[in-house]
């Protein structure tokens, strides 16, 4: 229970960065709402990354490269979920706020990093 707690408290912190360089690239009208996510998913993964592995989970018994690549895959994937749930909702329903599709792409993405972090990246087991 209390690694799912720092996750979640991991998750909280990488949301606000992820909603804050969101709002910024958007309010200073410095990128449109799709190209915005990339940077903002990016600034949210670095910030959960230090937090999961210095609080959540603990270093791995493997080399930090090794983990990084792998937090980095397990990142990717559940980018690419929060990603297409933000996109999809924006084409769908064009008058949404893009603050609420991404509340709804990350929230979508949030059970699959867990297993990933938690088992391929932190977890015990084989190198692969």
């Not at 960065?17 to 670095?46: H, N, Q, S, Y």
């Not at 930090?64 to 329903?93: D, P, Q, W």
């Not at 603050?99 to 699959?112: D, P, Q, V």
Request: charged share 10%; aromatic share 16%; proline share 4%.
């Amino acid at each position: 229970m209390k690694k799912l707690s720092f996750f979640l408290f991991a998750g909280a912190v990488g949301f606000v960065v992820d909603m804050g360089v969101l709002w910024l690239l958007l309010e200073f009208k410095m990128l449109d709402p799709f190209t915005a996510r990339a940077p903002a998913i990016g600034a949210a993964l670095v910030c959960s990354y230090i937090i999961n592995r210095t609080f959540t989970f603990g270093a791995s018994h493997r080399k930090v490269a090794v983990e990084g690549v792998r937090y980095g895959g397990v990142g990717l994937v559940s980018t690419l979920i929060n990603y297409s749930v933000y996109s999809g909702l924006l084409l769908v329903l064009p008058g949404i706020s893009p603050y609420l599709a991404l509340i709804f792409g990350s929230g979508s993405a949030t059970t699959f990093a867990y297993l990933g972090y938690s088992r391929f990246v932190f977890g015990p087991g084989r190198d692969l």
